[in-house]
Nanobody, 124 residues
Framework: QVQLVESGGGLMQAGGSLRLSCAAS?????MGWFRQAPGKEREFVAA????????RYADSVKDRFTISRDSAKNTVYLQMNSLKPEDTAVYYC????????????????????WGQGTQVTVSS
């Protein structure tokens, strides 16, 4: 069983930066960040392989967001720069349902473990 705890959300003005953290218990999995805005479906943001050697990003956040992981701390980070009002959402971290999967996946159904979510609000 994997338990995930997110932190680091908050209120930020457009153009600012925030860093989200996701502390994981249990074994090492590929990890992803997703977000869900009011009235919208949960969408993929970024993901990183279990080794940290491979990453993927949604087009909407590419070149602004960076996902990374500290294996010693079993923690995944999402550095968010140049924030926009449309980044406003609840952000969730998630762990891949398959241990040591070789590819990074981006669909909600491929992630079996989810954190409680952290609110990110970007004002214009």
């Amino acid at each position: 069983q994997v338990q995930l705890v997110e932190s680091g959300g908050g209120l930020m003005q457009a153009g600012g930066s925030l860093r989200l953290s996701c502390a994981a218990s249990g074994r090492t999995y590929a990890m992803g960040w997703f977000r869900q805005a009011p009235g919208k479906e949960r969408e993929f943001v970024a993901a990183i392989s279990w080794s940290g050697g491979s990453t993927r990003y949604a087009d909407s956040v590419k070149d602004r967001f960076t996902i990374s992981r500290d294996s010693a701390k079993n923690t995944v980070y999402l550095q968010m720069n140049s924030l926009k009002p449309e980044d406003t959402a609840v952000y969730y971290c998630a762990a891949d349902r398959h241990l040591y999967r070789l590819v990074v996946v981006t669909t909600v159904n491929e992630y079996a473990y989810w954190g409680q979510g952290t609110q990110v609000t970007v004002s214009s």
